[in-house]
């Protein structure tokens, strides 16, 4: 996964199999997690799988966007979701899929247009949202959260 904000990336390092980004808050380069407040972008399977199950842990609600970069409302919703991302950091976690880089879970959550943007709270899907409505996302994101203004 890649955990995206300006300030926080230093350097990319590969295990052979996948590219990933090493994220440092400290001039002597110390290596940290991704913050609260960032989309968090899954590039495979396996490691989609993992932070799927620690978000779990989270007991937070879990927004899923699943996109493509050839669609241009998803271009359109990026920003809106990210600072969505911002102003519920306390009680949502923010992924983003790319369909086509994993279309296996895109299927698992019967993704048939894009931007479609599904909502996880207590492991179990509450909502799903269909196309670039941002006051009907923030509206899904509130009704699940209860956080009425972050």
């Not at 991704?34 to 007991?59: F, M, P, R, Y």
């Not at 019967?110 to 509206?139: C, Q, S, W």
């Amino acid at each position: 996964c890649s955990f995206f904000t300006e300030r926080n990336v230093r350097k990319k390092k590969s295990d052979r199999k996948n590219w990933y980004f090493v994220f440092s808050d400290s001039e002597e380069g110390e290596e940290m997690a991704a913050e609260e407040g960032q989309v968090i972008g899954c590039h495979t399977n396996d490691v989609w799988t993992v932070q799927l199950g620690k978000a779990k842990e989270s007991n937070k609600l879990i927004v899923i966007d699943f996109t493509a970069s050839w669609c241009p409302p998803c271009r359109m919703i990026a920003p809106v979701f990210a600072e969505l991302a911002k102003k519920f950091m306390s009680s949502a976690i923010f992924f983003k899929v790319d369909v086509d880089e994993l279309q296996s879970v895109a299927q698992e959550f019967a993704v048939e247009a894009m931007p479609t943007f599904v909502f996880i709270k207590d492991g179990n899907v509450v909502d799903k949202l269909v196309g670039a409505r941002k006051e009907d996302l923030h509206a899904t994101i509130v009704k699940h959260t209860g956080v009425a203004t972050a």
